[in-house]
């Protein structure tokens, strides 16, 4: 697909343009599933979704207004993944040196305790699986510190998208189909906004939600106050018969929150705090460093894979002891992410042998905490979407959103649209036996999940943006594609298409299209190898990422593993005509 | 003979008028049993298309023969899907089974079958293909979407088991044909 947009100019513009009787800019927008530019780019789960961001930033909006205006259109375009009853993490680097993460984590109503889990009895969707939304008022908190647009402005595209509508592709279109019963038989509002005629719509149909344009024209013109405190917030409490009362909206707060930094050969990252999985990605890529894995000549070498899948069980121990939310429990990120401890982590690993690992002990070089505990599931969010943006000057958002499940609670707010996310069902039961675990549910508490947007800058410019959805593959697949690029010097493309792994205790999941014998190989180191996924498989997440060449073009491709994109603005000089 | 008799109508109600046409007389009567081959949503489609077409319908996609007994015709909906089938707790060879049992006993009773496959190309495959081929030998009259008839599979299993053929564009255009089979 290669769509060249005409962004209108305004009459005004058009009229000074003339009057100066200079050649005038006429602004378009490349989009494709791979661009180059010079004036910024846009990644996303969706090309449309990508042109939103191009579109604001051809409109002199900057990375974050763009992020933002795409984070919008996403749940437009790509529902199912992220919506406005979702959540999010925002990862920015500003051109001045600023490095911020934006924390939009859905949390628990006020009225919830460590029993409301087990009493819900934990439904894979509906009412009682709902938090309370992030996306509204972090969005804004984002744009409120560091965009330099309007609400108005960067909604504007995702409003018309919503009301003019988009021919509906192959995946949101089977997405539906697999939700289809349900829709039907026990979401009927989510039937009304997704369904055509009570049947699954065909791939092609304009998919028009104007439920959604009224709510998004309604925060346009009063922010995030008519979510949290006014007629949405009314709107939410009744779909949720109370769940998610008035008093919950109006106590959620969205968090600027210190990033993450780490260094890897000779590049530093930056990525997303606890509670989601920047850690992780720091502290495997400092055990990796210990390794000379170029030697191996392909990320798919069975070594250069085992030795990177024992680093991401090590992490994963450490991940799930030690990361949880931050406003309620001291996570050792000091440690976490020290050379050290990498060194004494790293120590553990054979070349021999595939291995488990039990949690180590970040406290060492952390000050002082009191939390340390490894549940026995982990489950995660199999959905979420991602966005990278790179705008001309410098600055830089890693985004990832997500509503939980595909669908989320399946509850959609009538009249405005829009699905909650079913988060919820990821606190456990009360024990006991065992009265503080970290995870238990409480109020205004969120769950753990493994969003790791993430940027790596080189001499403090930024190299890459990168970040996926996926679940607990979001981190594996984006150290395995940091791994490509630094240590293999692949391309970006290439790096994206080369085939991932993913590891769980001893089972080795095998993307499409690993050799043969390097499956031979990993097997006979002991790895539970699994082969049965396809070449491209949406299972190994969605990659969304910009990359900088030496002489500062910028290359966006869009997830080869779901219908991905990348816009960038162009600018074209033509001549005036009188 | 039923499969006779039904073609007979069919041919009469094209030389007569045009199938949408509503009057035609009918050539299947209701209450239809639906169910689904393949438990892919098309089944649960086609029981809202056929409501719409104001097809009295039992629906139950996990259905088994004894259900006919009360149905004065038998609709098959074919598509495969292994979530669904994942879902349903049932393997593809018990869903072959379920279906064959099913095609026999109709055969038995004299019911007419109409199979159907409404969600297109997307929803072609070897098992939904080996599906129909087990469907259309039984099969009175066909109803299935253009876009998965592109390599004309469809077309070829209705001509070697002299079945009725009715396409429509779009999923929602097989309401009509359903209004006129039933003569509502």
Redesign the interface.
């Given at each position: 697909m290669n769509l060249r947009t005409p962004l209108r100019m305004s009459l005004v513009a058009l009229v000074i343009a003339a009057l100066l009787a200079v050649p005038a800019l006429a602004l378009e927008l490349e989009t494709a599933q791979s661009v180059r530019s010079t004036q910024g780019v846009v990644t996303a789960a969706h090309p449309l979704a990508a042109a939103a961001g191009a579109e604001i930033l051809a409109k002199g909006g900057n990375a974050v207004d763009a992020a933002i205006a795409t984070a919008y259109a996403l749940a437009v375009v790509e529902p199912h993944a992220s919506n406005l009853g979702g959540e999010g993490y925002m990862v920015i680097s500003l051109a001045d040196g600023t490095e911020v993460a934006i924390d939009y984590r859905s949390r628990a109503p006020l009225h919830v305790n460590v029993h409301t889990p087990a009493e819900t009895g934990w439904p894979p969707h509906g009412i009682l699986t709902t938090l309370i939304p992030g996306m509204v008022k972090g969005t804004e908190l984002a744009l409120q510190k560091y965009g330099t647009m309007t609400l108005a402005e960067v909604l504007e595209p995702a409003i018309r998208l919503a009301e003019e509508g988009f021919p509906m592709g192959?995946l949101l279109?089977?997405q539906i189909?697999?939700a289809?019963?349900s829709f039907?038989l026990e979401y009927p509002e989510a039937g009304k906004v997704f369904l055509?005629?009570?049947?699954?719509p065909?791939?092609g149909t304009i998919f028009r939600n104007p439920d959604l344009a009224h709510a998004m024209r309604l925060i346009a013109e009063h922010g995030s106050d008519v979510f949290y405190f006014g007629e949405i917030a009314d709107a939410i409490e009744q779909a949720t018969e109370g769940w998610v009362d008035k008093a919950s909206l109006a106590a959620y707060r969205a968090y600027e929150r210190d990033v993450v930094r780490g260094t890897y050969r000779g590049y530093e990252i930056v990525t997303a705090p606890p509670i989601v999985s920047g850690v992780r990605v720091v502290e495997t890529l400092n055990i990796l460093e210990l390794f000379d894995l170029a030697q191996y000549g392909h990320p798919n070498h069975p070594t250069a894979a085992h030795i990177m899948a024992e680093a991401l069980k090590i992490t994963q121990a450490d991940y799930n002891a030690y990361v949880w939310d931050p406003n309620f429990y001291r996570v050792p990120v000091e440690g976490l992410t020290s050379k050290l401890y990498a060194r004494e982590r790293a120590a553990l690993i054979s070349l021999d042998e595939a291995k488990r690992y039990e949690a180590g002990d970040p406290y060492a070089i952390s000050p002082a905490g009191e939390v340390a505990f490894t549940p026995a599931t982990v489950e995660e969010s199999p959905s979420t979407t991602h966005v990278s943006v790179l705008d001309k000057d410098g600055n830089a958002v890693a985004l990832t959103q997500t509503i939980s499940s595909f669908w989320g609670s399946r509850i959609v707010v009538p009249g405005y649209g829009f699905l909650l996310s079913n988060h919820f069902r990821q606190f456990p039961g009360f024990e006991v036996d065992d009265p503080f675990r970290p995870d238990y549910a409480a109020p205004l508490k969120t769950t753990r999940t493994v969003l790791a947007p993430t940027i790596l800058k080189k001499d403090g410019e930024v190299r890459l943006v990168i970040g996926s959805p996926g679940a607990a593959r979001i981190p594996q697949t984006v150290v395995q594609t940091i791994v490509s690029i630094v240590d293999f010097g692949m391309d970006l493309e290439t790096a994206i298409r080369t085939p991932k792994f993913h590891v769980s205790g001893l089972t080795l999941n095998l993307e499409g299209g690993w050799p043969a014998e390097s499956a031979e190989a990993l097997a006979a180191l002991g790895h539970r190898v699994n082969t049965n996924y396809g070449e491209l498989d949406l299972f190994f997440g969605g990659l969304n990422i910009i990359a900088v060449e030496d002489d500062g073009t910028m290359i966006g491709v869009g997830s080869f593993r779901r219908d991905g994109g990348a816009s960038a603005p162009l600018v074209v000089e033509e001549a005036v005509v009188h | 003979m039923t499969k006779v008799r039904t073609a007979m109508l069919l041919v009469a109600a094209l030389l007569f008028g045009s199938l949408a046409l509503a009057g035609t007389a009918a050539a299947v009567e209701a209450p239809a049993l639906i169910t689904s081959a393949g438990q892919s949503p098309g089944a649960l489609m086609v029981r809202v298309l056929a409501d719409q077409a104001g097809v009295a319908n039992v629906f139950d996609a996990t259905v088994g023969p004894e259900a006919l007994a009360d149905a004065k015709s038998f609709i098959v909906v074919i598509g495969a899907s292994m979530k669904g089938l994942g879902a349903a707790g049932i393997d593809v060879a018990d869903e072959f089974a379920r279906i064959e049992s099913l095609l026999e006993t109709a055969k038995e009773l004299g019911i007419p079958v109409i199979a159907m496959h409404v969600e297109g190309g997307p929803r072609r495959g070897a098992t939904s293909d080996d599906l129909s081929r087990l469907v259309f030998p039984y099969a009175d009259y066909a109803i299935v979407r253009a876009d998965g008839n592109d390599d004309g599979f469809f077309s070829d299993l209705a001509a070697e088991f002299g079945v009725t053929l009715e396409t429509v564009e779009k999923t929602v255009d097989a309401a009509a044909v359903l209004r006129t089979l039933y003569g509502n």
């Amino acid at each position: 697909m290669n769509l060249r947009t005409p962004l209108r100019m305004s009459l005004v513009a058009l009229v000074i343009a003339a009057l100066l009787a200079v050649p005038a800019l006429a602004l378009e927008l490349e989009t494709a599933q791979s661009v180059r530019s010079t004036q910024g780019v846009v990644t996303a789960a969706h090309p449309l979704a990508a042109a939103a961001g191009a579109e604001i930033l051809a409109k002199g909006g900057n990375a974050v207004d763009a992020a933002i205006a795409t984070a919008y259109a996403l749940a437009v375009v790509e529902p199912h993944a992220s919506n406005l009853g979702g959540e999010g993490y925002m990862v920015i680097s500003l051109a001045d040196g600023t490095e911020v993460a934006i924390d939009y984590r859905s949390r628990a109503p006020l009225h919830v305790n460590v029993h409301t889990p087990a009493e819900t009895g934990w439904p894979p969707h509906g009412i009682l699986t709902t938090l309370i939304p992030g996306m509204v008022k972090g969005t804004e908190l984002a744009l409120q510190k560091y965009g330099t647009m309007t609400l108005a402005e960067v909604l504007e595209p995702a409003i018309r998208l919503a009301e003019e509508g988009f021919p509906m592709g192959d995946l949101l279109a089977s997405q539906i189909a697999d939700a289809y019963e349900s829709f039907l038989l026990e979401y009927p509002e989510a039937g009304k906004v997704f369904l055509d005629n009570m049947l699954i719509p065909e791939p092609g149909t304009i998919f028009r939600n104007p439920d959604l344009a009224h709510a998004m024209r309604l925060i346009a013109e009063h922010g995030s106050d008519v979510f949290y405190f006014g007629e949405i917030a009314d709107a939410i409490e009744q779909a949720t018969e109370g769940w998610v009362d008035k008093a919950s909206l109006a106590a959620y707060r969205a968090y600027e929150r210190d990033v993450v930094r780490g260094t890897y050969r000779g590049y530093e990252i930056v990525t997303a705090p606890p509670i989601v999985s920047g850690v992780r990605v720091v502290e495997t890529l400092n055990i990796l460093e210990l390794f000379d894995l170029a030697q191996y000549g392909h990320p798919n070498h069975p070594t250069a894979a085992h030795i990177m899948a024992e680093a991401l069980k090590i992490t994963q121990a450490d991940y799930n002891a030690y990361v949880w939310d931050p406003n309620f429990y001291r996570v050792p990120v000091e440690g976490l992410t020290s050379k050290l401890y990498a060194r004494e982590r790293a120590a553990l690993i054979s070349l021999d042998e595939a291995k488990r690992y039990e949690a180590g002990d970040p406290y060492a070089i952390s000050p002082a905490g009191e939390v340390a505990f490894t549940p026995a599931t982990v489950e995660e969010s199999p959905s979420t979407t991602h966005v990278s943006v790179l705008d001309k000057d410098g600055n830089a958002v890693a985004l990832t959103q997500t509503i939980s499940s595909f669908w989320g609670s399946r509850i959609v707010v009538p009249g405005y649209g829009f699905l909650l996310s079913n988060h919820f069902r990821q606190f456990p039961g009360f024990e006991v036996d065992d009265p503080f675990r970290p995870d238990y549910a409480a109020p205004l508490k969120t769950t753990r999940t493994v969003l790791a947007p993430t940027i790596l800058k080189k001499d403090g410019e930024v190299r890459l943006v990168i970040g996926s959805p996926g679940a607990a593959r979001i981190p594996q697949t984006v150290v395995q594609t940091i791994v490509s690029i630094v240590d293999f010097g692949m391309d970006l493309e290439t790096a994206i298409r080369t085939p991932k792994f993913h590891v769980s205790g001893l089972t080795l999941n095998l993307e499409g299209g690993w050799p043969a014998e390097s499956a031979e190989a990993l097997a006979a180191l002991g790895h539970r190898v699994n082969t049965n996924y396809g070449e491209l498989d949406l299972f190994f997440g969605g990659l969304n990422i910009i990359a900088v060449e030496d002489d500062g073009t910028m290359i966006g491709v869009g997830s080869f593993r779901r219908d991905g994109g990348a816009s960038a603005p162009l600018v074209v000089e033509e001549a005036v005509v009188h | 003979m039923t499969k006779v008799r039904t073609a007979m109508l069919l041919v009469a109600a094209l030389l007569f008028g045009s199938l949408a046409l509503a009057g035609t007389a009918a050539a299947v009567e209701a209450p239809a049993l639906i169910t689904s081959a393949g438990q892919s949503p098309g089944a649960l489609m086609v029981r809202v298309l056929a409501d719409q077409a104001g097809v009295a319908n039992v629906f139950d996609a996990t259905v088994g023969p004894e259900a006919l007994a009360d149905a004065k015709s038998f609709i098959v909906v074919i598509g495969a899907s292994m979530k669904g089938l994942g879902a349903a707790g049932i393997d593809v060879a018990d869903e072959f089974a379920r279906i064959e049992s099913l095609l026999e006993t109709a055969k038995e009773l004299g019911i007419p079958v109409i199979a159907m496959h409404v969600e297109g190309g997307p929803r072609r495959g070897a098992t939904s293909d080996d599906l129909s081929r087990l469907v259309f030998p039984y099969a009175d009259y066909a109803i299935v979407r253009a876009d998965g008839n592109d390599d004309g599979f469809f077309s070829d299993l209705a001509a070697e088991f002299g079945v009725t053929l009715e396409t429509v564009e779009k999923t929602v255009d097989a309401a009509a044909v359903l209004r006129t089979l039933y003569g509502n």
